[in-house]
């Protein structure tokens, strides 16, 4: 402690002025029979002669301080932990003093002087004490943050010889809210505990899995005070509350990590009526079902569609080795985009760690081959001019025919036929989608208007896009995208087709979208114009 010296009245202390009398030096005092326990000091002080008065002064230092005897003798020191002054008779020459409510192990000093009959304060004399120590330190409080744990003890301790023991649970299982019992223990190791002689005690949680509650167990003698008092032990874990499992004494919850679902390894399916499967990379034993969603959506160029699925029925786990499934609730159509999403946390493992927000895009496939579109088609196109079904052939007899051929970059089939035998365009045939892409503005012939010839050619309507026609099944072609037999010298058109449906010969009995009665061949002659 800090003394300080301060100014102090000191008259009455030494009695009425004697101006007669001559000064006496005081013989001095001695401080005996010092005795101490865990929070009080005793000491008995004795003047050497007589007195009028004698002081003492007790402060909290490891050494003594050279101290003024006059300040002691009138108390004039601020900061003090006690100090008084004793009245000295031939009856009572001696006191015993008891001061209370002071620390353990700690070692305090003891200033007396003792004042002449005529009050001149004797030199200071000095003992010192140190406090025992037979309490032994005890666990106050902690706190936890993530897989940091910081105790409280009732004083300063060092690291001991017990152990510290940590316990780890897995909170998401039917065992835990049953009979919680650790799943794992561990020592922590020296590296991990911080105990520099404060109060305060720092363990860092090592090795336990991510998302897990843990608790902090100390064994006897674990920690020990400065007089070497040794820890009692504490015994953490979970019990079984009213509300459920609660944690008691020292506990932590390690941060939860999200796992990841694995892509699904085929992009493209043929069957709906199967279950769309992937896996779950999860480190931990998977235990069930979360609060996240899961949803599909069935996407292609006319409409989207969107469906929630439920956990348990249209999605879940198929085994505890992370298999998981999803059951389409209704039939996409063929060439669908499937959209699969599971929520963020829509599984859990044992620890309670959910898996990160997964999706994936599928196309629901025709499964179609080259077989399946090579041939000779009936050609019909539905006038967007007139409304009237034309034959996109020179005329009933003649077919648009459709063979394999890779020879122009980025297509696998040539179309021959439309509007001239001899005309030749090419497209690509995507067996997956089902959908036959025909690039635009492709030359198909030279047309005479009027004795002038103009280059004739195929093309999208109102973009330089491609056309994408359907194969809804072998050998029967439809689309509702508009496409021109364009003269692009003239800026117009021959017809322009809202509608187009092309059936090989073999599907020539089936009805299809447009119908073949009355369609004739159509004129040469401009319809329209277009700016392109």
């Not at 499967?277 to 292609?300: C, H, M, P, R, W």
């Not at 072998?474 to 809202?498: K, T």
Request: glycine share 10%; aromatic share 10%; hydrophobic share 35%.
């Amino acid at each position: 402690m800090t003394i300080a010296a301060v100014l102090t009245a000191c008259s009455e202390m030494y009695g009425p002025e004697q101006v007669s009398t001559a000064v006496v030096n005081s013989e001095g005092i001695e401080i005996t029979g010092i005795a101490v326990t865990d929070n009080s000091l005793t000491f008995t002080l004795t003047p050497k002669g007589e007195a009028a008065y004698y002081s003492y002064l007790v402060d909290q230092a490891d050494a003594s301080q050279a101290l003024d005897s006059s300040t002691i003798y009138s108390l004039g020191y601020d900061g003090a932990v006690a100090e008084g002054i004793i009245k000295w008779t031939s009856e009572k020459t001696s006191s015993t003093v008891t001061i209370d409510e002071l620390e353990p192990n700690t070692t305090y000093q003891i200033y007396a002087v003792a004042g002449s009959p005529t009050g001149v304060p004797s030199s200071v004399a000095v003992a010192n004490a140190r406090t025992s120590d037979g309490v032994n330190p005890s666990h106050a409080s902690f706190s936890s943050k993530g897989n940091v744990v910081t105790i409280s003890f009732s004083e300063g301790v060092t690291r001991g010889e017990g152990a510290v023991t940590i316990a780890y649970y897995a909170t998401n299982t039917a065992e835990f809210y049953s009979d919680p019992q650790p799943v794992g223990t561990l020592t922590a190791a020296a590296e991990d505990i911080v105990s520099d002689g404060s109060s305060t005690v720092t363990v860092t949680v090592n090795g336990v899995p991510a998302g897990a509650l843990y608790t902090v167990s100390l064994a006897a003698g674990a920690f020990k005070d400065s007089a070497g008092n040794s820890s009692k032990a504490l015994e953490s874990g979970v019990t079984i509350t009213e509300e459920g499992p609660a944690p008691k004494n020292i506990y932590g919850q390690i941060p939860a990590v999200a796992f990841e679902i694995a892509p699904v390894e085929d992009d493209v399916f043929t069957d709906p009526s199967l279950p769309i499967t992937t896996t779950i990379d999860s480190e931990y034993e998977l235990s069930g079902y979360g609060k996240g969603t899961a949803s599909v959506v069935f996407q292609n160029a006319v409409k989207t569609t969107e469906i929630a699925l439920t956990a348990g029925s249209d999605f879940g786990l198929m085994s505890t080795d992370g298999t998981i499934a999803v059951i389409l609730p209704e039939n996409p159509e063929r060439g669908d985009d499937v959209i699969l999403t599971i929520g963020e946390g829509a599984f859990l493992d044992i620890y309670g760690n959910g898996n990160a927000e997964w999706t994936a895009t599928l196309k629901y496939s025709y499964g179609y081959t080259m077989e399946d579109i090579v041939g000779e088609y009936v050609a019909l196109g539905a006038s967007a001019v007139d409304g009237n079904t034309y034959y996109l052939t020179e005329g009933a007899d003649s077919f648009v025919t459709i063979t394999e051929d890779d020879s122009e970059e980025g297509c696998n089939v040539a179309i021959s036929g439309i509007y001239s035998n001899d005309a030749k365009i090419y497209g690509h045939f995507d067996f997956d989608s089902g959908i036959l892409s025909i690039p635009d503005l492709q030359y198909l012939t030279d047309v005479y208007l009027q004795g002038v010839a103009f280059e004739l050619y195929f093309a999208n309507y109102s973009d330089e896009v491609p056309v994408n026609m359907t194969v809804v099944q072998s050998g029967m072609i439809q689309s509702s995208e508009p496409w021109m037999l364009y003269l692009p010298d003239a800026g117009g058109y021959l017809d322009v087709y809202s509608a187009t449906q092309m059936t090989r010969q073999d599907q020539t009995s089936q009805t299809g979208q447009l119908k073949a009665h009355g369609a004739a061949r159509h004129d040469s002659k401009i319809k329209g114009t277009v700016a392109r």
